[in-house]
């Protein structure tokens, strides 16, 4: 690295942040405020229905043993304890099992837990006082509430104090999902409780989402990180919102009732998008940071909107389906479907979950994943998070060595690819969609990824072209860990899957070999599988599989 590459590198990230974010780091780490203790509001009685919640995962497995992350802890340690990740920590402050699967059945665990939790972690000090822990946790102490498990006095109490903390603590120099977290507890504690200081955190929940929503909700229904599992968690959000209006009918303030129309219209194109991101399997495709099972399933968010009573959204998806605002393409043919990332990398001050996966895609066949993206196992800063983040974990092309966008420590992108050249079509008896990026222009030459992707029923044809054809380039194709390559001839070679298919392939202009890989479904998780690698020759390089 250039003696020049450090401040460089902080430089092309800083120039992207909004000003306002800069100053509100400054005084989000100046600021000595202190917790109030003072008596909570009076609760508000629940005059509506609540109907049961999108469950997630049983996470806890004893009264003081947990799983998260495909990791097991107990509190032995203390609830900081140092040995354990900081995302482990997290998720142990956040209380999701008070609303999983069979909750109702772990209801003295949890008792005993939020009392564990109160009489250890004194106002302000440790992990689960920041605000991102605590606003998961004042919701999930509602929601159980709500589902009729009662609160003590002392739980009470705390979330009064909680929300007063979180209330002075409001994360302005993070913005996106942090942010709309807290405006949700906000909301969710000036439900619970009645009274002016109440109706003071309400109000200012109210504000921040009014002014979020619009952003951070594009017009095709993408949550603007572009990460198809923070979009499930903001429709889960979004479902709780709605949730909590049918609990609480007598709150009905213009602001409220304003947003609550326009959270219904969101719901409906978020849950489109979701599904056109879905495998044939039912579950997300990897696109930035993704794994399963952080987020509920998409049947189970689907499941939830259905008991609010929301209108199905349509179970047949067109052929050809283009999320203009996301930049995202889906293509069925066949028993195919092929998912396309012709998007940005995100929200220019906001690139904390993105990948350098541009014009990457991701390929089911016969309602089997075949082609996939590296996933997410890890947030922990090091090599494996930087290597899952890069390029070549992808299946698109690497030039040179480096990665399409300079992501760089755990949450950080100096330079990003930026899409351009779109065009998506239906010709003939094949869908067609094309794009290019210019995310390698910092090196010599300044040179241009383009790509195009040609779907027929029975076989898909990608065609890869780097402008500037003496760099070294090499277009990666990842299988799922279920199939099986091997190389038959010199360009040729097959894919067995489950079932006993045979997927056929054939390489034209480019060198190739298979060399092992790894797939990250859920964190914690490293799956070995295989990778093809096709080394362009001249720029270019063509890949046909074939399923007939």
């Known amino acids: 690295m250039s003696l020049l590459a450090g401040p460089r590198l902080y430089f092309e990230t800083l120039r992207h942040l909004k000003p306002a974010q800069i100053g509100a780091r400054v005084r989000f780490h100046l600021a000595r405020a202190k917790p109030d203790l003072s008596p909570a509001p009076l609760p508000r009685r629940v005059t509506g229905g609540w109907v049961a919640p999108a469950a997630r995962r049983q996470s806890q497995l004893g009264p003081q043993s947990f799983r998260f992350l495909n990791a097991d802890g107990d509190l032995a340690g203390g609830w900081d304890d140092p040995v354990a990740e900081r995302l482990w920590r997290y998720n142990l402050h956040y209380f999701d099992d008070l609303n999983a699967v069979c909750a109702a059945e772990r209801d003295?665990?949890?008792?005993?837990?939020?009392?564990?939790?109160?009489?250890?972690?004194?106002?302000?000090?440790?992990?689960?006082?920041?605000?991102?822990?605590?606003?998961?946790?004042?919701?999930?102490?509602?929601?159980?509430?709500?589902?009729?498990?009662?609160?003590?006095?002392?739980?009470?109490h705390s979330l009064a104090v909680q929300t007063r903390w979180l209330a002075q603590r409001l994360e302005y120099h993070l913005l996106g999902n942090h942010l709309f977290a807290n405006?949700?507890?906000?909301?969710?504690?000036?439900?619970?409780?009645?009274?002016?200081?109440?109706?003071?955190?309400?109000?200012?929940?109210?504000?921040?989402?009014?002014?979020?929503?619009?952003?951070?909700?594009?017009?095709?229904?993408?949550?603007?990180?572009?990460s198809p599992m923070y979009h499930a968690l903001a429709l889960e959000d979004v479902l709780d919102l709605l949730n909590l209006t049918r609990a609480y009918p007598q709150i009905g303030e213009e602001q409220w009732t304003a947003l609550v129309q326009e959270l219904e219209e969101k719901a409906s194109l978020m849950?489109?998008?979701?599904?056109?991101?879905?495998?044939?399997?039912?579950?997300i495709a990897f696109f930035n940071d993704a794994a399963i099972g952080v987020a509920p399933a998409p049947a189970e968010l689907e499941a939830y909107a259905a008991r609010l009573g929301m209108p199905a959204v349509g179970r047949g998806l067109d052929a050809l389906t283009v999320l203009p605002d996301s930049g995202y393409v889906r293509l069925a043919a066949g028993p195919a479907v092929a998912i396309l990332d012709l998007a940005r990398i995100g929200p220019d001050y906001l690139p904390g979950h993105a990948h350098a996966d541009t014009l990457s895609f991701e390929l089911s066949v016969h309602g089997k994943r075949l082609l996939v993206n590296s996933g997410t196992s890890v947030y922990t800063v090091g090599p494996e998070r930087l290597r899952q983040r890069g390029t070549?974990?992808?299946?698109?092309?690497?030039?040179?060595?480096?990665?399409?966008?300079?992501?760089?420590?755990g949450f950080r992108v100096a330079r990003r690819a930026r899409p351009k050249k779109m065009r998506v079509a239906s010709e003939g008896n094949c869908l067609v969609a094309e794009a290019a990026h210019d995310g390698y222009r910092r090196l010599p030459g300044r040179p241009e990824h383009g790509r195009r992707w040609q779907l027929f029923k029975d076989r898909l044809v990608v065609e890869d072209c780097v402008s500037?054809?003496?760099?070294?380039?090499e277009a990666r194709f990842h299988f799922h860990p279920s199939a099986r390559p091997e190389q038959t001839e010199a360009a040729a070679g097959a894919v067995l899957v489950d079932g006993g298919r045979r997927i056929a392939w054939r390489v034209d202009g480019a060198g190739m070999r298979l060399e092992p890989a790894t797939w990250h479904p859920e964190f914690g998780i490293s799956s070995p599988t295989t990778c093809l690698a096709l080394t362009l020759r001249d720029g270019r390089s063509r890949l046909e599989l074939c399923w007939a």
């Not at 440790?126 to 509602?142: A, C, H, K, M």
């Not at 989402?209 to 229904?221: F, N, T, V, W």
């Open 392 to 409: 070549a974990a992808h299946n698109t092309v690497l030039v040179n060595g480096v990665d399409s966008s300079e992501v760089w420590s």
């Open 108 to 156: 003295d665990w949890h008792r005993a837990l939020i009392a564990r939790w109160i009489a250890e972690n004194p106002p302000a000090a440790g992990t689960g006082w920041e605000p991102y822990p605590t606003s998961l946790r004042i919701v999930n102490w509602i929601k159980r509430m709500l589902a009729g498990r009662s609160l003590s006095r002392e739980a009470a």
């Open 468 to 473: 500037v054809a003496n760099l070294p380039a």
């Open 271 to 283: 849950r489109r998008w979701l599904a056109v991101m879905c495998h044939p399997d039912g579950e």
């Open 183 to 226: 405006a949700k507890a906000l909301v969710f504690a000036g439900h619970f409780f009645e009274g002016a200081e109440a109706q003071g955190w309400l109000e200012n929940g109210l504000a921040i989402l009014a002014s979020e929503i619009d952003e951070q909700i594009l017009s095709d229904g993408g949550q603007f990180e572009l």
